[in-house]
């Protein structure tokens, strides 16, 4: 079953605009994390927050997390068409045994 | 460091064949996880191996198996191949079950026909 929900499913912008993606899940977690998956092709480790942590940056990355509301955000900032890919949310609970359970994934396109 | 090699890249295979597919983590790390992903239903948790164990195990039918080895190489098994098994069939590998971080190959693209 999928914890995370990524909302959009698909976000088309201009390069070097901002870009933002939200992800939701359902049961409280350890630490959330977000990955980059180009197409077809496998995942990339992007950057993991913890449960306890409200805000996290990584060159243009800046995600935010608010467990109030279940609910994680990614926000890369001046857009490249180098960024154009897949975007997943994953969690993982104790209650998961550490098991990953992923969204669906944003699909992210940078127009030229 | 090398990074975690998947191999075939491609398979072809006919209805009610099965396959085997492997996966090579980074040297160091004991932990592998597998994944199915198709375009209708995201990444897909089947297993995950430590230390030759199963930790987890997804909610797959008995047709999908796996196995890990004393170098912490794992391969995973499907039997009885149904058309809907076409996917990209991921594994990740990291030093622990709990480590932050899951480095994944390129996957193995399986098409059944």
């Known amino acids: 079953s999928q914890q995370g929900e990524e909302d959009p499913q698909a976000l088309s912008i201009q390069e070097g605009e901002n870009a933002t993606m939200n992800c939701s899940y359902k049961?409280?977690?350890?630490?959330l994390q977000w990955y980059r998956q180009n197409s077809g092709r496998g995942l990339v480790h992007l950057i993991l927050?913890?449960?306890n942590e409200r805000e996290k940056h990584s060159g243009r990355l800046r995600v935010t997390l608010d467990t109030s509301k279940k609910s994680s955000s990614l926000l890369i900032t001046a857009s490249r068409a180098a960024d154009t890919a897949s975007y997943f949310c994953?969690?993982?609970?104790?209650?998961?045994?550490?098991?990953?359970?992923w969204g669906a994934g944003t699909k992210l396109i940078i127009k030229p | 460091k090398a990074g975690v090699t998947q191999t075939p890249r491609y398979l072809i295979k006919t209805r009610g064949q099965q396959v085997t597919l492997s996966c090579s983590p980074i040297?160091?790390?004991?932990?592998v996880s597998w994944y199915q992903q198709t375009p209708g239903q995201g990444l897909q948790f089947l297993f995950e191996?430590?230390?030759?164990?199963?930790?987890n195990k997804g909610n797959f039918p008995g047709r999908f198996s796996g196995r890990q080895f004393s170098n912490s190489r794992s391969e995973m098994n499907v039997s009885t191949l149904e058309l809907g098994d076409s996917a990209l069939y991921l594994c990740?590998?990291?030093?622990?079950?709990?480590?932050?971080?899951?480095?994944f190959g390129q996957g193995t693209r399986l098409t059944v026909v």
């Open positions: 040297s160091g790390h004991r932990s």
């Open positions: 990740a590998s990291s030093y622990t079950p709990q480590a932050e971080e899951a480095f």
């Open positions: 927050i913890r449960s």
């Open positions: 994953a969690t993982d609970t104790m209650d998961s045994n550490y098991q990953l359970i």
């Open positions: 049961t409280s977690i350890n630490n």
């Open positions: 191996y430590f230390s030759e164990t199963q930790r």
